[in-house]
């Protein structure tokens, strides 16, 4: 049986990997920017929650941007 990613899981590693090319900081804040802009409060209080519960498949960046986010 194959798990199934979370939609905000999956998304926020498609924006990181789309920015990887960035020095890591500027990614992080250009991904933190992209969730603050475009994501409903629903969808960044479950990003939340996933990086609280150990981050666990969540790309660093991702982890990076959730701190400059709170």
Do not use: C, K
């Not at 990003?47 to 519960?53: G, T, V």
């Amino acid at each position: 049986m194959t798990a199934t990613v979370p939609s905000e899981q999956r998304m926020a590693n498609d924006i990181a990997r789309n920015l990887r090319h960035l020095p890591e900081e500027r990614a992080a804040a250009e991904i933190a920017g992209h969730i603050g802009r475009f994501w409903d409060p629903r969808m960044r209080a479950r990003l939340y929650e996933y990086a609280d519960a150990g981050a666990d498949g969540l790309d660093p960046l991702v982890v990076a941007a959730v701190e400059l986010l709170r």
